[in-house]
């Protein structure tokens, strides 16, 4: 079955930086562009950065540009998103996504990593 685990989420200082990992399972990996969402306490989810299968490709919200950086290794079946310059605006529960499925997509999310920005 698909699996999504992320980690490295954590308590960091305004202007610190992050990098969350996603480790997939149960699907073929190098198969499927990636998301990274992220959902603030009150708020609606919203759509961080997302990456293409090859890693060739990648889009990212207009509040995380040239902060932010999403990446993949398929070698390892894992997805990054290093976080530099963090902002208070930045703390959100951040989600891994997938669209899976051969002749239907599905949508796959991890159970979250929590990013806390704040002095």
């Known amino acids: 079955q698909v699996q999504l685990v992320e980690s490295g989420g954590g308590l960091v200082q305004p202007g610190g930086s992050l990098r969350l990992s996603c480790i997939a399972s149960?699907?073929?990996?190098?198969?499927?562009?990636m998301s990274w969402y992220r959902q603030a306490p009150g708020k609606e989810r919203e759509l961080v950065a997302k990456?293409?299968?090859?890693?060739?490709?990648?889009n990212y919200a207009d509040s995380v540009k040239g902060r932010f950086t999403i990446s993949r290794d398929n070698a390892k079946n894992t997805m990054y998103l290093q976080m530099n310059s963090l902002k208070p605006e930045d703390t959100a529960v951040y989600y891994c996504?997938?669209?899976?499925?051969?002749?239907?997509?599905?949508?796959?999310w991890g159970q979250g990593t929590q990013v806390t920005v704040s002095s």
């Open positions: 996504n997938g669209k899976i499925g051969l002749f239907t997509r599905y949508d796959y």
């Open positions: 990456i293409t299968s090859s890693g060739g490709t990648t």
């Open positions: 149960g699907f073929t990996f190098s198969s499927y562009g």
